[in-house]
């Protein structure tokens, strides 16, 4: 699919069979807005793809790959991820908050992750009581996280260690092979 994916891609009515939008590159989360009018994520071509009712098509160029694709009455919500291909470590991906109305990008919020899988709107009471009730929620010490940083590395030292004698094994019975077999 990757070889022939650049313009390929297509959402399609399944009770009528018919290609409501086509050309597309890796499409991702497509998303039903009105009579005959739909959102998708151009991922590959690093975009949203707007296909208006009057069948005419709007591209918002978002410069990462896209996935994750959400909306409300005013804006769309899009996932634009690290190029997984280029980027360092410490690169991270963000949402594109697009205003409908204009398709201009009007925030960006930052995700402290390299890729965004989806997005996904949630009532405001129910975001209000995350907020509200995240320490007991997630409770966050941060006394306690370095300990158990601390203890991922002693066990990342740990297992590298048991590497190394593998490594020291293998290459004894190497050593003995040799002696054998001259």
Known sequence: WLDNSKSSGFIMNVQTGEKVVDGLSGPHNPRYLEEGSWAVCDSHNKGLAIKHVDGTVSSVDLGGFTRGFA???SYFYVGVSADRNHSSQDENSHIAVIDRGT??????????????????????????????NRRELIPFDETARIIELEHQVERGVEELERIKAGNAFVNKLRRIKKYIHG
């Not at 398709?103 to 930052?110: C, G, K, N």
């Not at 995700?111 to 509200?132: G, H, Q, R, T, W």
């Open 71 to 73: 909306l409300d009455d």
């Open 103 to 132: 398709l201009q990008i009007s925030e960006t919020i930052p995700v402290p992750f390299p890729e965004i899988y989806d997005i996904v709107a949630i009532p405001d009471d129910f975001a209000n009581s995350l907020v509200e």
